[in-house]
């Protein structure tokens, strides 16, 4: 007879054995950047390459011997990140430390000031950095704006549109805007892109936390830009990719998922979850591999191109394009 304690034990060990098979099984969907090339001599700025998805592409694009720019908003994080990788990497590429805060206009004007004198190109552009916050905190950039349309669209928008020169002058160059699949879930109202209504909603209880409708238009936004600047960059030599990374295990969700959450949610979370590793891959696919060199405007996940189910309308993209220019220009909410 088998005692009863070897029964216990052997159902959870089971269970894990099955879950790590079918994360395995999986995961060869996920994709991988099999492009090693050597990158030295080209210059790599990513924002918000100091934690999750960013860092792990920073530490891939170091590996091939890249110049690496990292353009973060806390600047010891920065300098943390990049002595850790170079203990990791001592021959990898240069790195280097830059302050910028997506959420302030005037940061990202000294930031592009500083890359201005001392970069005369870049080669690739990450547009990586972002932020989930639920909606009844209201919080908002220094200009005002909600903070997802602020940091994760008007922010990189502004910036992107500040170093076009020095992208064009690096040609074949790219910008490869890092978004989500989630911004299938996006609905965006023109009359109130600053979410009043929904974050009043959020404020009372009347809207699913789950759900952040701010996050899903920023990353709907990422999407209607990149598509816009690959039509407006056509024939530059300059690439515009957008991609989803997945879904990760980062920072990101830091201040929507509490830890009981991913105990609860344990299960599907090993078999669903990548590392933030694992969701590097398609950045640094659309980074860096020269196969996709001239297929701008398109979006990629897990290292293919992805067929977005968002009913995109061409009004909508340039209407957007418009309002953002006249946001950043008027540097409040209007
Ligand atoms: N994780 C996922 O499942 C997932 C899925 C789809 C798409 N994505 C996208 O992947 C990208 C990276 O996210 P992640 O998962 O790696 O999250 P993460 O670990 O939280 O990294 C986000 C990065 O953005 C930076 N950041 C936030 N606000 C900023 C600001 N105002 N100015 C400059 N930098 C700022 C953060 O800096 P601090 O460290 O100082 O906060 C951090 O370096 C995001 O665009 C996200 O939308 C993630």
């Not at 099999?34 to 918000?48: A, F, Q, S």
């Not at 590097?280 to 860096?288: H, L, P, Q, R």
Request: glycine share 6%; proline share 3%; hydrophobic share 40%.
């Amino acid at each position: 007879m088998v005692p009863a304690q070897a029964i216990y034990a052997a159902v959870p060990i089971s269970v894990l054995i099955a879950i790590g098979f079918i994360r395995k099984w999986r995961s060869r969907k996920w994709g991988k950047c099999l492009t090693d090339t050597c990158l030295r001599g080209k210059t790599y700025l990513i924002t918000g390459a100091n934690s999750g998805i960013g860092l792990e592409t920073a530490k891939a694009l170091v590996r091939r011997k890249a110049r690496v720019i990292f353009a973060c908003r806390d600047i010891a994080k920065a300098k943390q990140a990049i002595s850790e990788i170079r203990k990791e990497q001592p021959t990898g590429g240069e790195m280097i430390p830059m302050q910028l805060d997506l959420s302030s206009f005037e940061s990202i004007e000294s930031f592009v000031d500083v890359i201005k004198t001392g970069f005369h190109k870049i080669d690739v552009l990450i547009n990586n950095a972002g932020v989930v916050v639920p909606l009844k905190c209201d919080e908002k950039t220094k200009e005002g704006f909600e903070i997802h349309l602020g940091v994760n669209h008007l922010g990189h928008f502004y910036l992107t549109n500040l170093l076009l020169d020095q992208l064009k002058r690096a040609a074949p160059s790219r910008i490869v805007v890092v978004s989500s699949t989630l911004h299938e879930m996006a609905k965006i109202d023109f009359n109130d892109l600053n979410l009043r209504g929904e974050i009043e909603k959020a404020k009372k209880g009347q809207v699913k936390a789950r759900h952040n409708l701010g996050y899903s238009n920023s990353k709907l936004m990422n999407v209607y830009f990149a598509r816009a600047l690959a039509d407006k960059l056509r024939d530059t030599g300059v690439d515009v990719y957008t991609c989803c990374p997945g879904f990760c295990y980062t920072n990101l969700f830091r201040f929507s998922v509490k830890w009981y959450h991913y105990l609860i949610m344990l299960p599907v979370a090993l078999m669903y979850m990548k590392s933030a590793k694992q969701g590097s891959e398609t950045i640094v696919y659309c980074a860096t591999d020269y196969g996709i060199e001239g297929q701008t405007g398109k979006f990629y996940r897990d290292c293919v191109e992805y067929d977005s189910k968002y009913p995109f309308k061409k009004e909508e993209e340039i209407k957007l394009w418009n309002i953002s220019e006249e946001l950043v220009k008027a540097r409040k909410p209007l």
